[in-house]
């Protein structure tokens, strides 16, 4: 596609649900970050993958968060058991990597609302 | 850790007038600074960005500017409209293949009419 896409666009959780996120980001992008934002403030980092590796899960809130990118292109958010605190935009953004130009491309987000 | 601050939180400037904003890393490996904008309800969209193996760089009413030495960089805004109007965010980044990319908090522009 021509920019990174994520599903679904809103998501509404009672608490203790599980969830999953999609991020498609952009064909042949090599890198692939998970960011966290809540209302007024700033993306917050969650997770970053080189390809299917992930090189840096430092920002996952809890044991309850788990990313994943399989085949190096699609990736997924799961969240467990979801608690009122989890609610926020789910951002996913996409960047060619390597040597290259290092822009990052951010999906539409998908609005996690746990009530 | 990593960490970026970005002042101010928010601000109005009078249509045609300059808006500044400023902001701070802590990470010294940093050396890719992109600036966002965020339109209510919508994604960040890059606007500028600048590397630091430059002082400043411009792109017709957006500038930016980065002092290494003190870990700081700004965006201008010259002549500023009322489409200006949204959150801008700084960032930071190392030049490295596998590092994250490090967000201030955002600044909040309002352009009066």
């Known amino acids: 596609g021509a920019g990174v896409s994520q599903s679904p666009r809103y998501k509404v959780a009672k608490r203790g649900q599980d969830v999953a996120l999609r991020c498609d980001p952009i064909?042949?992008?090599?890198?692939l970050f998970w960011y966290q934002q809540a209302l007024g403030q700033g993306p917050e980092f969650l997770t970053y993958?080189?390809?299917?590796?992930?090189?840096?899960k430092s920002g996952l809130p809890s044991d309850r968060f788990f990313a994943e990118r399989p085949e190096g292109s699609v990736s997924t958010l799961k969240i467990q058991r979801t608690q009122q605190e989890d609610s926020a935009v789910y951002l996913c953004?996409?960047?060619?990597?390597?040597?290259?130009?290092?822009?990052?491309?951010f999906g539409q987000g998908t609005r996690l609302t746990v009530v | 850790g990593e960490n970026v601050e970005q002042h101010p939180s928010t601000l109005s400037v009078q249509e045609g007038d300059s808006a500044v904003i400023k902001c701070t890393y802590s990470?010294?490996?940093?050396?890719?600074f992109p600036w966002y904008k965020q339109e209510l309800g919508k994604r960040p969209q890059l606007i500028i960005d600048?590397?630091?193996?430059?002082g400043e760089k411009k792109d017709q009413r957006i500038a930016v500017t980065l002092n290494k030495t003190a870990k700081h960089f700004s965006l201008h805004i010259t002549e500023t409209q009322p489409e200006d109007s949204a959150v801008y965010f700084c960032?930071?980044?190392?030049?490295?293949?596998?590092?994250?990319?490090?967000f201030g908090s955002g600044t909040r522009l309002s352009i009066r009419p």
């Open positions: 064909s042949g992008h090599v890198s």
């Open positions: 600048i590397r630091s193996n430059v």
């Open positions: 953004a996409s960047s060619l990597g390597g040597t290259g130009s290092t822009e990052a491309f």
């Open positions: 990470d010294s490996a940093s050396n890719y």
């Open positions: 960032a930071a980044r190392a030049y490295s293949s596998a590092s994250k990319i490090i």
């Open positions: 993958f080189q390809n299917e590796a992930q090189l840096d």
